[in-house]
């Protein structure tokens, strides 16, 4: 069965300090891989996704992540952080051809003056 | 286009009431899902909906049936609510077809159950 792990539950970071949401999977099969974001009392909202090609996939708020299949992690980074990123991120994962998603336990990111 | 819409926003329970809570989305997406979200577990499918007339369970769907009469609706029925489904429900619904296709999710219901 195919599991989603998030290492860190929160991470504080003072504004403008880099930050690193490590997420780690496992999988029988090849996998599409995504992280979310969940701002305060909002619903999800898709953050960036690997679904083939470069490993490195980017966002547009300046967030990346990047894919290693040989040590099955999809970490995601930001080299400048603001306060307006304080928020849960999650990383998901879909097997090959399914929709479904398996998600893991989110990290929260707070981002402090 | 609203995306996704989630009906109520807030509802208190007692045990053993039941309720439906409504999912509707405006973008003729095929695929619907319903997910729980409680403190440190992220989020757990509970049921999801290929398609019009089409439901199947997720991981964790005790307690819960759904239904999918319309293809812009989802509904979710508690039939006798408990403690244990106090939680935050959410919503979501992506293009069927689509490799690895993003799923747009509603703002939520919050469920109290006491």
């Known amino acids: 069965a195919q599991s989603v792990t998030q290492l860190d539950s929160q991470v504080p970071v003072f504004e403008e300090a880099p930050v690193e949401l490590r997420c780690n999977y496992s999988?029988?099969?090849?996998?599409?891989l995504f992280w979310y974001v969940q701002y305060p009392n909002q619903g999800l909202q898709l953050l960036l996704k690997?679904?083939?090609?470069?490993?490195l996939v980017e966002s547009i708020n300046g967030f990346e992540a990047e894919f290693n299949k040989s040590q099955t992690s999809f970490h995601l980074r930001k080299p400048s952080v603001h306060i307006s990123d304080t928020a849960e991120y999650f990383c998901?994962?879909?097997?090959?051809?399914?929709?479904?998603?398996?998600f893991g336990k989110g990290t929260k990111l707070t981002v402090n003056p | 286009n609203a995306g996704v819409t989630q009906t109520p926003k807030f509802r208190v329970l007692k045990t053993g009431q039941s309720m439906t809570l409504l999912c509707a989305q405006d973008?003729?997406?095929?695929?619907m899902y319903w997910y729980r979200q409680d403190p440190g577990m992220g989020l757990r499918l509970i049921h999801y909906?290929?398609?019009?007339?089409?439901?199947a369970k997720g991981e964790v769907p005790d307690g819960y049936n759904v239904s999918r009469l319309k293809k812009q609706n989802f509904l979710l029925g508690l039939e006798s609510a408990a403690p244990s489904q106090t939680s935050v429900y959410f919503c979501?619904?992506?293009?069927?077809?689509?490799?690895?296709?993003?799923?747009?999710f509603g703002p939520g219901t919050r469920l109290l159950v006491l």
């Open positions: 979501a619904s992506s293009y069927s077809g689509q490799v690895g296709g993003t799923q747009y």
């Open positions: 973008m003729n997406h095929e695929y």
């Open positions: 998901a994962l879909a097997q090959g051809g399914s929709e479904k998603l398996v």
């Open positions: 909906s290929v398609g019009e007339g089409t439901t």
């Open positions: 690997y679904l083939s090609g470069s490993t």
């Open positions: 999988s029988s099969v090849s996998v599409y």
